[in-house]
Antibody, heavy 121, light 109 residues
Framework: QVTLKESGPVLVKPTETLTLTCTVS??????????VSWIRQPPGKALEWLAH???????FYSTSLKSRLTISKDTSKSQVVLTMTNMDPVDTATYFC?????????????WGQGTLVTVSS | QSVLTQPPSASGTPGQRVTISCSGS????????VYWYQQVPGTAPKLLIF???LRPSGVPDRFSGSKSGTSASLAISGLRSEDEADYYC??????????FGGGTKLTVL
């Protein structure tokens, strides 16, 4: 059974760095056909793709947020970590991690439940 | 504002056929597959259509996708009350980033 679960702080202050962890089960992060993306959704707004990491550690980032994002993985722990620096209230959103099948296509077959992160002082 | 453009809303009565459009450019829809997701508010999105017009196992054949040039469409026939949700198109961009549309809220009247 494939599952993904996001974890991290519920509340962060402006200018702080957000660190989120996606713990996966039912598949390996070393599987060459699979990768993990982070996607966010501000309350009442659309989905926004943030970053992706492939099994070979190749990484892709949102063009508009690239300077603030870092994605990494620990295959032995089955975890994918996203850090976002200089958080702002506009970054308040539900953050999802999702499994991508294949390369370079938004084919997300499994999603985590999402974690709501609020940015406020 | 999303790079992939969708109408913010759509509606239909039970049994009707509804289509939702998604417009992009040559660097995304024009050169890559289109995917469609259904999201009931408060839950994670669910893959509805992959590679332009294929349905994952378990998705009813009432849902269909198509693509032409830099645009794509999702059609829902035999509309049912449980189809009321938000629908998002998605595509990869040649700049090596993923894109989602702005979403379309479907109301079943």
């Amino acid at each position: 059974q494939v599952t993904l679960k996001e974890s991290g702080p519920v509340l962060v202050k402006p200018t702080e760095t957000l660190t989120l962890t996606c713990t996966v089960s039912g598949f390996s992060l070393s599987n060459a056909r699979l990768g993990v993306s982070w996607i966010r959704q501000p309350p009442g707004k659309a989905l926004e793709w943030l970053a992706h990491i492939f099994s070979n550690d190749e990484k892709f980032y949102s063009t508009s947020l690239k300077s603030r994002l870092t994605i990494s993985k620990d295959t032995s722990k089955s975890q994918v970590v996203l850090t976002m620096t200089n958080m702002d209230p506009v970054d308040t959103a539900t953050y999802f991690c999702a499994r991508m099948v294949g390369r370079g296509q938004p084919d997300f077959d499994y999603w985590g439940q999402g974690t709501l992160v609020t940015v406020s002082s | 504002q999303s790079v992939l453009t969708q109408p913010p809303s759509a509606s239909g009565t039970p049994g009707q056929r509804v289509t939702i459009s998604c417009s992009g450019s040559s660097s995304n829809i024009g050169s890559n597959y289109v995917y469609w997701y259904q999201q009931v508010p408060g839950t994670a999105p669910k893959l509805l259509i992959f590679r332009n017009n294929l349905r994952p196992s378990g998705v009813p054949d009432r849902f269909s996708g198509s693509k032409s040039g830099t645009s794509a469409s999702l059609a829902i026939s035999g509309l049912r009350s449980e189809d009321e949700a938000d629908y998002y198109c998605a595509a990869w961009d040649d700049s090596l980033s993923g894109l989602f549309g702005g979403g379309t809220k479907l109301t079943v009247l």
